[in-house]
T-cell receptor, first 111, second 115 residues
Framework: SQQGEEDPQALSIQEGENATMNCSYK?????LQWYRQNSGRGLVHLIL?????REKHSGRLRVTLDTSKKSSSLLITASRAADTASYFC???????????FGIGTKLQVIP | DTGVSQNPRHKITKRGQNVTFRCDPI?????LYWYRQTLGQGPEFLTY????????KSRLLSDRFSAERPKGSFSTLEIQRTEQGDSAMYLC?????????????FGPGTRLLVL
């Protein structure tokens, strides 16, 4: 079963605009991760945010985490055509429990 | 190349045939994961190994599926008597177990089509 649920499921923006994707989850977590997947290929890890963190930045990426609402958001600023991909959140309960992926947001950046 | 590799990248088979996929993780990683991903969905966990021990198997992993990691390095995933519903992308990932957090590094996947 998939715990994370991304919103929206699809997003289309113009190059240069910001893109925001949201992820909601159900159970407690140790950390939450965001991954990117280009069409039909493997996933690439983007950023990890721990349960005791509220915000984290990496280049043009900004991730927030609200554990009281069990939600996270990924913001991509100044989007580029190369950002076109599917983005997945993955929740890690910690210990020996498995990481669970959401269904993803498909982002299209139009040049 | 120090990334995760998977072979073959594509496999087309007829229903009822057996197929085997291979995953070579990043060399120092002790954890290895298998996932299945169908179109429009996120990866679904199948099983994972810590070194050579298979620690967890998903209910998705029917009796027709078997995975091994005999020497704690590469792993194989075998599907016996394939069915059309097995058509999917099979992803392998590896990680280095850490106390606080771990990041999984994914291979490019093996795309299986069962005719």
């Amino acid at each position: 079963s998939q715990q994370g649920e991304e919103d929206p499921q699809a997003l289309s923006i113009q190059e240069g605009e910001n893109a925001t994707m949201n992820c909601s989850y159900k159970t407690s977590i140790n950390n939450l991760q965001w991954y990117r997947q280009n069409s039909g290929r493997g996933l690439v890890h983007l950023i990890l945010i721990r349960s005791n963190e509220r915000e984290k930045h990496s280049g043009r990426l900004r991730v927030t985490l609200d554990t009281s609402k069990k939600s996270s958001s990924l913001l991509i600023t100044a989007s580029r055509a190369a950002d076109t991909a599917s983005y997945f959140c993955a929740t890690d309960p910690g210990g020996y429990q498995k990481v669970t992926f959401g269904i993803g947001t498909k982002l299209q950046v139009i040049p | 190349d120090t990334g995760v590799s998977q072979n073959p990248r594509h496999k087309i088979t007829k229903r009822g045939q057996n197929v085997t996929f291979r995953c070579d993780p990043i060399s120092e990683h002790n954890r290895l994961y298998w996932y299945r991903q169908t179109l429009g969905q996120g990866p679904e966990f199948l099983t994972y190994f810590q070194n050579e021990a298979q620690l967890e198997k998903s209910r998705l992993l029917s009796d027709r599926f078997s995975a091994e990691r005999p020497k704690g390095s590469f792993s194989t995933l075998e599907i016996q008597r394939t069915e059309q519903g097995d058509s999917a992308m099979y992803l392998c990932a590896s990680s280095l177990e850490m106390r606080v957090e771990e990041t999984q590094y994914f291979g490019p996947g093996t795309r299986l089509l069962v005719l």
